[in-house]
């Protein structure tokens, strides 16, 4: 069992930046890799980045590639989502995820969950 635990969100200008963390429980946090997803209203959730289990490879979403970084510190059972040129669309619930294995881009492949860090970018 991993239980999450999002923080870090808030409201922040248009080109600002924050960054999100997600703390994991359970001894078995480097065997898992995790994923950041999002929610806006009205909208399916969707995948933002992941991290593999040794952050050896990460992958991006097309809409935050360049802007957002994942990063994990096993040694801390924590990991991060800097997000930098924040825009208005980046407005959602943030979800963090894990699951064992490699990296994956569908929320429904992933095991467990955190209850979400809301973000809100005003224009």
């Known amino acids: 069992q991993v239980q999450l635990v999002e923080s870090g969100g808030g409201l922040v200008q248009a080109g600002g930046s924050l960054r999100l963390s997600c703390a994991a429980s359970?001894?078995?946090?480097?065997?898992?890799?995790m994923g950041w997803f999002r929610q806006a209203p009205g909208k399916e959730r969707e995948f933002v980045a992941a991290i593999h289990w040794n952050g050896g490879s990460t992958y991006y979403a097309d809409s935050v590639k360049g802007r957002f970084t994942i990063s994990r510190d096993n040694a801390k059972n924590t990991m991060y989502l800097q997000m930098n040129s924040l825009k208005p669309e980046d407005t959602a619930v943030y979800y963090c995820?894990?699951?064992?294995?490699?990296?994956?881009?569908?929320?429904?492949?992933?095991?467990?969950w955190g209850q979400g860090t809301q973000v809100t970018v005003s224009s």
């Open positions: 359970g001894r078995t946090f480097s065997s898992y890799s």
């Open positions: 995820a894990a699951r064992r294995g490699p990296i994956h881009l569908k929320s429904l492949e992933y095991d467990y």
